[in-house]
């Protein structure tokens, strides 16, 4: 899932300026999961928002709504006419859900809450992780389940680095160092008895896929719909 | 042992001959005066067969290995360059050893590098297009195929240097360190420097493993030794640097060097003397050991100790080569 996190309040405060009608709309997927964007974070912002309207004396007309997904245009339809009442629109969806937000309604002004942190899962309870880069080509097949372009520090295909110590990275101090992704990838496939599958070089990897070869797009012929518009 | 392989380097050809190498390091300041380079090259000069250049080592920003290197050969040095994967992209790379080899250089040292987070620019954006093992291969093939990375033929003057990789055998996991070290030499590597070496019988193990692979027939491993200044360096890299492995036994021989001298000048002295004379028994150590073809020599911030550790090894005088030109295939 997507893991987020939430901005400092003062941070969000100053992205919200003047704003006197504030709308604060969650999202019930990713960010509610992860505890930075649902219904009950929705709510709990819109409360300290207006406690820190009174405190500075700005009176500050706050609402708040959550759809169960920012980033589709059907879920947003239905907060047209309150977005349409407010001044500012704080969305505390992820990324793509602040840019769903603002592409639907060109007229509002769209501010994001949180941070999108990365692709994860959780540890433990309070503890999320990242596990996927969104590269394009996943290599997962080849390393035993575990991605070292998400979780090794230098995204290297044939690790680990001479700072792997004792199953963790170099990157990091104490409690916060992640494990070291080729330790746990050498570990797997021994397991395994795959280990053939790192004995060779891997080549360089084609970035085209990620990032790198600009913003992404897929296109699926087979579900395009003939009155639906693609991508501007 | 693939040492001669068409360069006109003078480590590849003192590796061919089958001598004993010596390698050291020069870092190069963190500012623009090449009179550094050159006063910290002189005191190196007539010490070892090649001196590594380093690149923005640790992650902080310094004058450019080529630059300085090419400052430093203008001093009689040989310089090894370094380039490491977290500061360029492979466009970014290949342009540069383009640029180094028509400035002279010959010998290149593949790096993946530090983390920035340990450097002065911990915000920087690091790039890890391709890592070292790849780097490795992409200047050999542009060596022996007369190709770019993408497969493009080089037309006209193709760079042919002597390609150098890094292995720690003190990383973890320790199993897999020797084929991590095979790999490097599929990738078509000629030589290899090792982090510093303080636990030798832990190194031996790793040499027993590397020779009974064949690795050594492939290409030739310089063991990387380095005078410790005082118990505190000692100590630092005991705790503090991953994948170092300083015995207990080194940190403690350190320490008492120093108990009982009041004057801290006398103080400083004798760790420093300890430390020299603990590099010189490594390397008498290391130069016993099966597949080992040399030493890298680093002293960190310290290259006067160079002269002195060499000298005292009994490493000095350095052999008088002509650089390796006769297996030199023509120009791509």
Known sequence: ?232 | MNASNGTTSRLASILKHGHFAVTTELGPPKNADPEIVRAKARVLRGCADAVNITDNQTAIVRMSSIAAGVIAAQEGLEPVIQMTCRDRNRLAMQSDLLGAYALGMRNVLCLSGDHQTFGNHPQAKNVHDIDSMQLVQMVVGLRDRGCFQCGEEIKGDNPRFFVGAAENPFGDPFDWRPYRLAKKAKAGADFIQTQLVFNVPRFREFMRRVVDLGVTEKLSILAGVGPLKSPAAARYMRDQVPGMDVPDEIVERMEAAGRGIEDKKARTAAYRETGIQICVEMIGELREIKGVAGIHLMAIEWEDAVPIVTERAKLLPRPTLEPETSACPPPH
């Open chain 1, 1 to 232: 899932m997507i893991v987020a996190e939430q901005k400092p309040l003062a941070e969000i405060r100053e992205l919200l300026g003047n704003a006197k009608r504030v709308l604060v709309v969650g999202c019930g997927t990713c960010v509610t999961v992860c505890f930075a964007g649902g219904a009950k974070e929705a709510g709990v912002l819109g409360s300290l928002l207006r406690m820190g309207a009174q405190l500075d004396g700005s009176a500050k007309d706050v609402s708040e709504v959550t759809v169960q997904r920012q980033c589709e245009r059907e879920y947003l339809d239905g907060i047209r006419e309150q977005v349409d009442e407010a001044d500012a629109v704080l969305s505390i969806g992820c990324g793509i859900g602040v840019q769903a937000i603002a592409e639907q309604f060109p007229d509002a002004v769209v501010v994001p809450g949180l941070n999108t942190s990365f692709l994860g899962k959780p540890a433990a309870h309070g503890e999320w992780v990242e596990r996927c880069a969104a590269c394009g080509n996943c290599l997962l097949g080849v390393t035993g389940g575990i991605c070292p372009i998400a979780r090794c520090a230098k995204q290297l295909l044939n690790g680990p680095c001479g700072g792997s110590s004792k199953g963790k990275c170099e990157v990091g101090t104490g409690d916060s160092k992640p494990d070291c992704a080729w330790q746990l990838i050498y570990d797997k496939l021994k397991a395994q008895d795959r280990l053939h599958l790192i004995t060779e070089v891997a080549p360089p990897k084609d970035w085209r896929t990620s990032r790198d070869g600009g913003p992404r797009r897929i296109v699926r012929e087979d579900l395009k719909l003939p009155s639906t518009g693609g991508q501007k």
